[in-house]
């Protein structure tokens, strides 16, 4: 049951088969059960979930129900939820409860989703791995031994050991899609502006977007329903008209033309994960795709532009957390500057300090236009590779991570290290295209992500194109052992 569509649980609760409270509980049972082990989640409300639980069967008795009606869907704890615990997996927000909404908290409570609880994640989404998170690390499902991913950790934890019925997340350089090729589950991450960031707590906000981390295509398009749209407090927000994006789940692929970049195939590459990703491109010929070979030039200079333009938009982000406004704020302090220096040592971590430092460095008069300026006309450059590879293909694949997960803290002291796991993801968020990471098979027993970007606003087509695949492999339906 707990591996179900998310069709087919809207279809048990229309059929009265099973209530929402009682689906609700199902999940609840296995948090509290597995979680304490897995740590997917940082806040939990059993009180809060099932009374939202009992208002969406009130919904439904009254037939007032959409797609995701009574559905329990964890949130990743970077989204403000009135009433909740809001910490962005930081000290310095863990005594904080949010006062009010997220937009993607909003669009959930409208359709009666139910919200299961805020999921771990690194700190201020800074990681790849869940290990820079105050509330401690994560573990794969598949093996606890290693890394879920990041930063959406907890997100993707809890989707994969089918500890929520879906789950959100945001990606700002790979956060979705390099914990969903970790685990094994489909996330999107959406042409930037697509969902809103309203409430959504800022890292780097010209790169932050977003998206839904789920089983299959299928539900990624009815989570996309549900949280696309124009919201006029976001004024990064993309005022487009309300799109279906289950619309075209169907189409044949016949002439679809794949792009494979060489560039996401070259060293650096883990030769089990090349492989599972080519026997992808291999079964999407069979569906009738054709194979162009392109080229992303200026690949290599994307982690570099990345380290310098998100911790330049993080320090600046991050300096409303002066222990004036909310959150933590030192006990002891002899002036105002001690209490504002004094809170920042205590409430950040080590990830999130280096980060602010590069940030401010890289700002700062006389460093401006060497680093800053330079870093936005690489990501210029970045943008334009996308444009002229479009002009050949319809989508592009490649891996979305360059290895299966690692083990826990095999790479927590080399940043650099850490940075490389984003090497096929970043670009898309510097270029703003929306990206998404598909099960596509596995690698000594651990999960494979098959990346598919697309053109800007082509989400409903990369759905089309995942879900196509889907429909003839069963990579998105397994389960880690053991854990049923
Ligand atoms: N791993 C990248 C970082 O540490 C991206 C994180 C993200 O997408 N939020 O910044």
Known sequence: MINSSLKQFSQMLAKKEISSVELTQVFLNRIDSLNPNINAYIALDHAKTLAQAKAADARIAAGNVAPLTGIPIAQKDIFCAKGWQTTCGSKMLANFIAPYDAHVITQFDNVGAVNLGKTNM?????????????????????????????????????????????????????????PASLCGFTGLKPTYGVVSRYGMIAFASSLDQAGPMAKSAEDCALMMNVMAGFDERD???????????????????????????????????????????????????????????????????????????????????????????????????????????????EGFGAEVKRRILIG???????????????????????????????????????????????????????????????????????????????????????????????NYFDEARMLNVAHQYQQVTDWHVQMPEGLA
């Open 122 to 178: 690194d700190e201020f989404a800074m990681g790849s791995s869940n290990e820079t998170s105050y509330f401690g690390s994560v573990k794969n499902p598949w093996d606890f031994d290693r890394v879920p991913g990041g930063s959406s950790g907890g997100s993707a934890a809890a989707v994969a050991a089918r500890l929520c019925a879906a789950a959100t997340g945001t990606d700002t350089g790979g956060s979705i899609r390099q």
């Open 235 to 345: 004024s990064t927000s993309l005022n487009r008209e309300k799109e279906d994006y289950t619309r075209d789940l169907n189409k044949p692929l016949a002439g679809l033309k794949i792009g494979l970049p060489k560039e996401y195939f070259a060293e650096g590459l883990d030769a089990s994960v090349g492989k599972v990703v080519m026997d992808a491109i291999a079964e999407y010929k069979k569906l009738g795709a054709t194979i162009v070979d392109i080229s992303l030039p200026n690949t290599g200079l994307s982690i570099p532009v990345y380290y310098v333009l998100a911790p330049a938009e993080a320090s600046s982000n991050l300096s409303r957390y002066d222990g004036v406004r909310y959150g933590h704020r030192a006990a002891e302090y002899t002036d105002l500057n001690d209490m504002y220096s004094k809170t920042r040592a």
């Open 360 to 454: 401010t460095y890289v700002l700062s008069a006389g460093y401006y236009d060497a680093y800053y300026l330079k870093a936005q006309q690489i990501r210029r450059l970045i943008a334009q590779d996308f444009v002229e590879a479009f002009k050949q293909c319809d989508v592009i694949m490649g891996p979305a991570a360059p290895s299966t997960a690692f083990k826990a803290g095999e790479k927590v002291d080399d940043p650099v290290a850490m940075y490389l796991q984003d090497i096929y993801t970043i670009s898309t968020n510097l270029a703003g295209l929306p990206g998404m990471s598909v099960p596509a098979g596995f690698s000594n027993g651990l999960p494979v992500g098959l990346q598919i970007i697309g």
